[in-house]
Structure formats: C-alpha cells, structure tokens
C-alpha cells in the first residue's frame, strides 16, 4: 500500500487502526518542516533536531486526542510552536563572563555574528533580529515562510481572522518602511 497517497488524516485513522507504518509516514512527511520551523523560531538550529524529536513524541502520545475535524497540520504546529516556547523558557542564560574571551575582549559580538551567519535567508535576519514586536514576526513567518493561510493561523493563534490578517500587513508595513523587505 502506497502511503505517500493518502492524506494526513487518512494517515491518522490508519495509525489509529493500527497500522504503526501510517505513523511512520507522517513523521516522514513532516519532520522536514518542523525542523525549519523549529530553527527559525528558535534561532538555534544546534537544537532543532532534539526539539523536532520532542514534537513527535508529543504527537504520538496526544494523537488519540486529535480532533479528526481539524486539520493535522495546523495542530501539529501548534504542538510545535508551544513545544519551542517551552524549550526557549527553560533555556538557561549565558553567563556574561562566558561571552568574555581569554584576552578580555567582549566575544558578544562574535556570538552574534555567528547567530546571523547560520540563518540562510536574509528576509528571515530582517524578521529574527528587526524591530518587529513578536507577534508581528510570528503571523509573518507562519504565512510567508511556513505558508500557513491566515484562517489557519488564526485558529492556531486563537485569535480572529482579521486581527492575524491586520497584525500581518502592519508587520509587513513596518518591515518596508525601514526598506527591509520586498515590496
């Protein structure tokens, strides 16, 4: 049976009735944009791998309580999303004498330089390091780089329609207007 056919839901029921490859499929199908994801909202691609890993066990064991109606992708990012904002809190802080070299000098600037290199796409530089409130950076990466449509975004932020879709043209106002972005 060729799984690569068949829908995330369809994937889901067949897990659901015991078919553990069905299972296997979706990991396969989504672990890709979880990783991406996960390293953008991050900002620590080091750790995409294990957070990615965490997401999955959190599928697996909340699938049962996946509600068939919705859909998988808009749930699975919402596991994702709170996932990172749990991994981001517990996150110790660096200590500033660690972010000292040996000669004294302030290595902060080389940690950030470095942070800047591994982020591939300079729209996504503009929206991790700009002036944009969170939220603003959120809705914006959700649609542009994850290509989520404003209704499912505002089902997975549990907010209206039109307040994702008035945060997303402010953000992207204020990104054009500091000529950070593509018109």
């Not at 997303?168 to 972005?181: D, F, M, Q, T, V």
Request: positive net charge; charged residues 35%.
């Amino acid at each position: 049976m060729d799984l690569n056919k068949f829908s995330d839901e369809d994937l889901i029921k067949a897990y659901l009735d015991g078919d553990e490859i069905a299972f296997e499929k979706l990991v396969k199908r989504y672990l890709p944009l979880m990783y991406g994801f996960v390293r953008r909202y991050t900002g620590n691609p080091n750790n995409a791998s294990d957070i990615s890993q965490e997401i999955f066990i959190k599928v697996w064991k909340n699938i049962k309580k996946f509600d068939q109606g919705k859909k998988f992708k808009t749930w699975i990012f919402a596991i994702a999303e709170n996932t990172c904002i749990d991994w981001l809190r517990k996150k110790t802080e660096i200590p500033f004498s660690v972010l000292e070299k040996d000669a004294g000098e302030n290595g902060l600037m080389d940690i950030l330089t470095a942070k800047l290199d591994r982020l591939d796409d300079p729209y996504e530089k503009k929206l991790l390091f700009g002036n944009l409130s969170s939220e603003h950076k959120r809705i914006i990466t959700l649609h542009d780089v994850d290509k989520f449509t404003f209704k499912e975004i505002a089902e997975m932020m549990k907010k209206p329609l039109n307040t994702v879709k008035s945060t997303y043209r402010r953000g992207i106002l204020a990104i054009r207007k500091k000529g950070n972005a593509p018109k």
